[in-house]
T-cell receptor, first 116, second 112 residues
Framework: GAGVSQTPSNKVTEKGKYVELRCDPI?????LYWYRQSLGQGPEFLIY????????DSGLPNDRFFAVRPEGSVSTLKIQRTERGDSAVYLC??????????????FGPGTRLTVT | AQTVTQSQPEMSVQEAETVTLSCTYD???????LFWYKQPPSRQMILVIR??????QNATENRFSVNFQKAAKSFSLKISDSQLGDTAMYFC?????????FGQGTRLTINP
């Protein structure tokens, strides 16, 4: 079956602009996660959805970042008034929380965001 | 808060050799999971192996195995008979139902 997909693969934007990054999870996966990976670092947690609701958004760096998952499947990460420090790879992951597979997250290929 | 530490920024071995990547973590939780992910230049994070904290038996997946020492909070990855395709960044991660906490990664190069 299809894995997690993310669009666009790469996004270049100017400082101050608004961007949207999209994630399509594996079909049937109830949980969806966003992470940010800066160059040379491990991924850092941003936000986690269980169904349609954000169960934990403690990793969002500030109020310029927002994410939605209106129908419990596709999610969009939205960044307002982008700054050069937002440049990173944004990774999406999904998981199906059932016994034996609990905690196992499957990642998409990421969106590389460059803010000029 | 959980932390994950990978003390080896880079490692390099010859093809067919065995290599061990180190990982230590800190947590006050008793029920959790540990993972090793591989990230090749394509940047796709690929799950290599997972370990449940309540299981004493070390997980194995073909050429990949772990040495899980719960009391020491250590979780190392052993790659046997290394192959050129194993060249990648390797991340150790701590997790449960929710977020994963990743280490800084180890860049592994397999030389022909």
């Amino acid at each position: 079956g299809a894995g997690v997909s993310q669009t666009p693969s790469n996004k270049v934007t100017e400082k101050g602009k608004y961007v949207e990054l999209r994630c399509d999870p594996i079909s049937g996966h109830t949980a969806l996660y966003w992470y940010r990976q800066s160059l040379g670092q491990g991924p850092e947690f941003l936000i986690y959805f269980q169904g349609t609701g954000a169960a934990d958004d403690s990793g969002l760096p500030n109020d310029r970042f927002f994410a939605v998952r209106p129908e419990g499947s596709v999610s969009t990460l939205k960044i307002q008034r982008t700054e050069r420090g937002d440049s990173a790879v944004y990774l999406c992951a999904s998981s199906f929380l059932r016994q034996g597979k609990k905690g196992e997250q499957y990642f998409g290929p990421g969106t590389r965001l460059t803010v000029t | 808060a959980q932390t994950v530490t990978q003390s080896q920024p880079e490692m390099s071995v010859q093809e067919a050799e065995t290599v061990t990547l180190s990982c230590t973590y800190d947590t006050s939780e008793s029920n959790y999971y540990l993972f090793w992910y591989k990230q090749p230049p394509s940047r796709q994070m690929i799950l290599v192996i997972r370990q449940e904290a309540y299981k004493q038996q070390n997980a194995t997946e073909n050429r990949f195995s772990v040495n899980f020492q719960k009391a020491a909070k250590s979780f190392s990855l052993k790659i046997s008979d290394s192959q050129l395709g194993d060249t990648a960044m390797y991340f150790c991660a701590f997790g449960g139902d929710q977020k994963l906490v990743f280490g800084q990664g180890t860049r592994l190069t397999i030389n022909p």
